[in-house]
């Protein structure tokens, strides 16, 4: 896979996500993905932050793909009552 591949697939997950949770904010909803990565690890005694910038997008991918939950499938409709669109559960 390329790096222009695992981007895109990247890119089609956060979409995915966002879609089906309207009402998260972008920055929880990366958060949420595991993204961006921000942490620390303790090195020879010493507390240093952990730095993903190198990290080749393959495997970004792998962990975006294990830290996104497993939710049911929602879908909105629209309704008359309300005059707005409803999530409804498939």
Not at 32 to 40: A, D, F, R
Request: aromatic share 8%; net charge positive.
């Amino acid at each position: 896979m390329t790096r222009l591949e695992a981007n895109l697939k990247i890119l089609d997950i956060v979409s995915s996500y966002v879609k089906a949770n309207p009402d998260q904010r972008f920055c929880q909803v990366l958060c949420n993905l595991g993204l961006p990565y921000i942490g620390t690890a303790m090195v020879d005694g010493s507390v240093q932050h952990v730095d993903k910038y190198y990290e080749e997008s393959d495997k970004t991918l792998e962990g975006v793909k294990q830290a996104m939950p497993q939710q049911p499938k929602v879908e909105y409709q629209w309704n008359p009552r309300s005059k707005r669109h409803e999530k409804v559960q498939v």
